[in-house]
Nanobody
Framework: QVQLAESGGGLVQPGGSLRLSCAASGSIFSINAMGWYRQAPGKQRELVATIISGGSTNYADSVKGRFTISRDHAKAAVYLQMNSLKPEDTAIYYC???????????????WGQGTQVTVSS
């Protein structure tokens, strides 16, 4: 079993910054991909950013140039640096990891519990 623990959400004024963190614990052989998603009230969950094992990243158009995803393999952690935040970035942010728990085993998708980000003056 693998657990993801998120931290770093909160209330910030427009134009401000926040850094989200997500660390995995449990039985991990490898992590193939990591990502951040968000869900605003009344909307579907949407992709914010992903980073795969080779290091390639992908961002939603709405956050390009403002958000940066990074990882620390040794800590089994993924981060999301969010700059120039806008009110429309307000949402619950979820981290996501695609994990292989045993050598040659299948991949499993795990989700964090979510952390609230509110951008408001």
């Amino acid at each position: 079993q693998v657990q993801l623990a998120e931290s770093g959400g909160g209330l910030v004024q427009p134009g401000g910054s926040l850094r989200l963190s997500c660390a995995a614990s449990g039985s991990i052989f490898s992590i193939n991909a990591m990502g951040w998603y968000r869900q605003a009230p009344g909307k579907q969950r949407e992709l914010v950013a992903t980073i795969i094992s080779g290091g390639s990243t992908n961002y939603a158009d709405s956050v390009k140039g403002r958000f940066t995803i990074s990882r620390d393999h040794a800590k089994a952690a993924v981060y999301l640096q969010m700059n120039s935040l806008k009110p429309e970035d307000t949402a619950i942010y979820y981290c996501n990891m695609v994990v292989v728990t045993t050598e040659a085993g299948p991949m499993y998708v795990y989700w964090g519990q979510g952390t609230q980000v509110t951008v408001s003056s």
